[in-house]
């Protein structure tokens, strides 16, 4: 870019063109919106040595430029990776088509019959860090529910993806839909993300953010358009009195280590002080023992001299990492207030065979996702039997917990009558 | 207002305080908050003299500021508006109860057990014109959907808003439940509109904005929270080539004139071109012989005398008032292309007998309601079943149409296991 102009006028392009590709979109038919899936797929297979050679570019240079170990991990394509996003499309490919579901269908005393529709949303902004898989499940997903997207990744994906949104509109070009049904900001320009939360003129309908909290920060301060908000997993797990020890052990276990990375993992561990001499210890030195930091209160340092003593920050933090704060707490009541107190509203589990104790953790802790006896890891559109997903909103409005392709509809209600007019 | 650090502090202790309220709205029984609304349409019966006189106070002020006939009636209260706001207080506490409700229950092949359960949004912030009504319609439908909120009415409502607030704080308080679940900014300091606009801290959850374009077009550059926007009703009623012509003119004239003032009254008539001898002359004289006036393309203006010439800008016009815009267009394509160009994506009416053109024009028209045979006045929650309303959302994200309780929640996912952990 050579200048504010050029960027500006480069963007509101982008805008039109998305506006004007999901007007077709919206009135093609689910089985040319698939088609274009399996097409993409068979593109990603035909030229994966082009977009391994492009993931190589992005991996070298980002390796000189000191780019951490979990950064260039996401960052890394290689053949199975590769087939594994191909595969992904073509399960988005399979999914029951959301778009036109009757969704409510009434009728009036009056005849006028009523129903709710599917609709797409329309434009959808995605801007996310440097995975090269979320241009192909990004793209894809708005695609399944007729929604155009624009994509803005990370600069250090920038060739990966570049060469997987090839493969993309290749799809869209056998299927015969419009190429800017998916576009690929062309430029690392951080002011292009501006742009994009600005709304375009009009042209965008909802923007996902998907990337850490300076990005969501900006996201707050400068959206003029609706989000769908991503924000950090700070999950609990709380070890009720009445929990039965070798289940709380596997769910403690797997719900911290299972995978560190994800937003489902569990950052913090509460207790029940009613449990501290018989659940404590047990979880603490299974947790110790798998290689987990441990960062606790005075009661969890007790257990075990390899326990850290947590700061009021612990509690804050999602660590994405194998470290966990551990507390005991006054009860399910104590917990709910902690989890009030310094929860995302994302993910929490209780574990107890008390059915009065799990309601009432159930009912009184405000998050997307609440759970009783099973592992917070369970957080996924895909385990939710909803398919691929394009993350899981801590927001409260329109969409909570995984968005997959339902999540990306609006809706319309469409009235047939037989002359009637209102008194 | 003395300064603006004592508003800022003012409207962050109302946003604190309405958190506060809303954790104790969110765990009270239906029964309870039914109770509160039913005591408050008790409250407004008895204290019918105390809001009339200060109603009495508005309006005298309102006419000296040389407040229009429009804006006089709106504000006005009488006896019977006032028993019509009570009744609505208890129509609202008939209602089916929202929150809690189970929208979806499924079990997944590993035994845990899914349901997506119905929760309030949090705290919603409403503002709006200066219609007294609204105080209460919007308080009530807060209330039963276990939301706090705070309301900024218009300034010229100030003494009778502040009267019927203070019916429903009493009902409130013989429900046993916070005088915080409603509260009414004690100020009429635009500055205060900006405060809820910023969120009051992360406060507010939901902001519906209701007013002038004026308005919206300050929430749409301020807010920094989402919004369930309501902007204006430019209805469209297309007449086929295949209508019933006594059918269109019966929903023509009831369209455009059973009441000019509401959202979803017709602003344009669009008539095939095919049509042009058979239907147009008729639907012109009926509107123009009910006192209407029409406002016309070449072939409309040739029916009659006194019909205007139509400028652009009547296609974008609100007229909330008897004009009506009038032109031929080429068939339900040129009708649909009309609509998505000047259209505001609020309630579009099609009339004809021919199935394929009906369905053509409602999957094809992108608004919030299209209706085959009908007038565009049913654009109304108590006309679709919904019960009271809060307004019609032109927005596509969380709330389409009419607004009512259940648009007002949210959900959570409640997952029951029995120890399941992630492979």
């Known amino acids: 870019m050579n200048d504010t102009t050029n960027l500006h006028d480069l963007m509101q392009q982008l805008g039109r ?20 899936l399996l097409a993409m797929a068979t593109a990603l297979r035909l030229r994966e040595a082009v977009v391994l050679e492009a993931n190589a570019r992005d991996m070298d240079a980002a390796t000189a430029a000191g780019l951490n ?7 890394r394509l290689d053949a199975a990776r590769l087939a594994g996003i191909a595969r992904g499309l073509e399960e988005i490919a399979a999914l029951p088509d959301p778009v036109g579901t009757v969704i409510a269908d009434w009728t009036r005393p009056n005849g006028l019959h009523i129903q709710r529709v599917r609709v797409p949303l329309g434009v959808i902004g995605i801007i996310y860090e440097s995975r090269p898989n979320v241009t192909a499940d990004a793209g894809a ?92 997993g700070i999950c609990h797990v709380y070890v009720d009195r009445a929990a039965n020890l070798e289940m709380a052990r596997a769910i403690v276990l797997n719900a911290k280590l299972r995978r560190t990375g994800v937003c489902g993992a569990a950052e913090t561990l509460l207790v029940d002080a009613a449990a501290e001499r018989t659940h404590l210890a047990p979880l603490v030195r299974d947790l110790l023992g798998a290689g987990c930091e ?130």
Not at 25 to 36: F, H, T, Y
Not at 188 to 212: C, F, H, K, N, Y
Not at 352 to 360: G, L, M, P, Y
Request: charged fraction near 20%; aromatic fraction near 4%.
């Open 17 to 36: 063109d998305a506006v004007a590709a999901q007007r077709v979109l919206a009135v093609a038919a689910a089985e040319q919106r698939n088609r274009a």
């Open 69 to 75: 170990a979990a950064g260039l991990d996401r960052l």
């Open 141 to 232: 997903l708005c695609l399944k529910s007729a929604n155009a997207s624009i994509l803005r990744g990370g600069s250090e994906s920038q060739h990966s993806s570049a060469a997987i949104h090839a493969c993309l509109v290749e799809g869209l070009r056998a299927a015969g839909l419009p190429e800017s049904c998916i576009q690929l900001v062309p430029t690392t320009d951080r002011a292009a993300v501006g742009e994009m939360l600005a709304g375009l003129a009009g042209s965008i309908d909802v923007i996902v953010p998907r990337g850490g909290k300076s990005l969501i920060a900006r996201v707050q301060q400068e959206a003029r358009v609706p989000v769908i908000g991503h924000l950090e």
């Open 294 to 423: 441990v960062r606790g209160d005075a009661a969890t340092r007790a257990v075990d001299p390899r326990v850290v003593a947590a700061t009021e920050d612990d509690w804050h933090t999602e660590y994405l990492d194998a470290i966990i704060a551990v507390k005991l707490v006054a009860g399910v009541d104590g917990a709910i207030g902690h989890i009030a107190r310094y929860g995302s509203d994302h993910t929490e589990s209780i574990v107890t065979d008390d059915a009065a104790t799990a309601e009432r953790f159930l009912a009184r802790v405000d998050s997307a996702i609440v759970l009783h006896n099973a592992s917070t890891q369970f957080a996924d559109g895909g385990e939710f039997g909803m398919g691929a997903e394009i993350g899981i909103s801590t927001d409260r409005f329109h969409a909570r917990g995984p968005v997959g392709v339902e999540q990306l509809t609006s809706y319309k209600y469409v009235v047939r009558g037989s002359g009637q007019v209102r008194p």
